[in-house]
């Protein structure tokens, strides 16, 4: 039985993605960088994060973690990732 994708990790280095293509070939979802130490946002995470919700995927969001002040940072990921029932927890 051949391996199957079901979930991508995506962010800023992919330049873009085909999210429906993904979809039609069984994906199930996608997890898209938000942002990264105290003040990085990921300027695909809004983009991306439209496309594949329109695609009928499931997001979910990460904060790329540096080992520097974990509560400003958690913060700043709180206020921009914007999460929503639509985004998975």
């Given amino acids: 039985m051949a391996n199957r994708v079901i979930c991508v990790d995506l962010s ?12 039609d070939s069984g994906g199930l979802g996608v997890i898209l960088k938000a942002s990264e130490g ?3 946002k990921d300027a695909k995470h809004p983009v991306f994060k439209e496309q594949a919700l329109a695609a009928g995927l ?23 990732s914007d999460s929503s029932a639509r985004e998975a927890a």
């Fill in 12 to 23: 800023t280095i992919q330049p873009e993605f085909d999210f429906q293509s993904f979809k």
């Fill in 38 to 40: 105290e003040s990085l």
């Fill in 58 to 80: 499931a997001v979910a969001s990460y904060h790329y973690l540096r080992p520097w002040n974990m509560k400003a940072q958690a913060q700043f990921f709180a206020n921009f």
